[in-house]
């Protein structure tokens, strides 16, 4: 659905020099199915075989680009080497604490959320165009949990 370079270009700032090769088609395959197929139910099968382009590059690309950023903030902030685990630093960065590793990975996460909502309404706004999309039986799978409450 999405190439390490499209996640680049949209999840990275200008300022965050990423290389592609460290965005991996595993990690992408995890975004989709950990965030995108629970979230479109029926309709995932479909849109991942390419049968609604503008829906996946109008709403679902920026979202996936963002899931991927997710997931693969801690592998950018320590890599695993013959050595062990290491953290790379140099005389004008050093690596972030793990608190804000964390804060910037919900602050990623939460934009995803946000862009993926936006996608599910239009989808659902329009239920001729994707009769894949079954808005009763997908409902359940739309829910989530933040601070132990169960949200729809």
């Given at each position: 659905m999405i190439s390490a370079r499209e996640v680049?270009?949209?999840?990275?700032?200008?300022?965050?020099?990423?290389?592609?090769?460290?965005?991996?088609?595993?990690?992408?395959?995890l975004a989709q199915?950990?965030?995108?197929?629970?979230?479109?139910?029926?309709?995932?099968?479909?849109?991942?075989?390419?049968?609604?382009?503008?829906?996946l590059f109008d709403y679902l690309k920026a979202p996936l680009a963002l899931y991927v950023k997710y997931l693969i903030l801690p592998?950018?902030?320590?890599?695993?080497?013959?050595q062990g685990?290491?953290?790379y630093k140099n005389e004008h960065m050093t690596p972030a604490s793990a608190t804000t590793l964390a804060l910037a990975r919900r602050k990623v996460r939460n934009?995803?959320?946000i862009l993926l909502d936006r996608a599910l309404t239009h989808i659902v706004a329009h239920p001729e165009?994707?009769?894949?999309?079954d808005s009763v039986r997908d409902?359940?799978?739309?829910?989530s949990m933040r601070g132990g409450i169960?949200?729809?």
């Open positions: 680049i270009e949209i999840a990275f700032a200008g300022t965050e020099h990423v290389r592609e090769e460290l965005i991996s088609e595993t990690r992408i395959e199915q950990r965030f995108l197929k629970p979230a479109l139910g029926g309709l995932y099968n479909a849109v991942a075989e390419g049968k609604y382009p503008d829906l592998e950018l902030s320590a890599q695993a080497t013959s685990v290491v953290q934009d995803a959320r165009c994707y009769p894949e999309f409902a359940a799978i739309r829910t169960i949200l729809k």
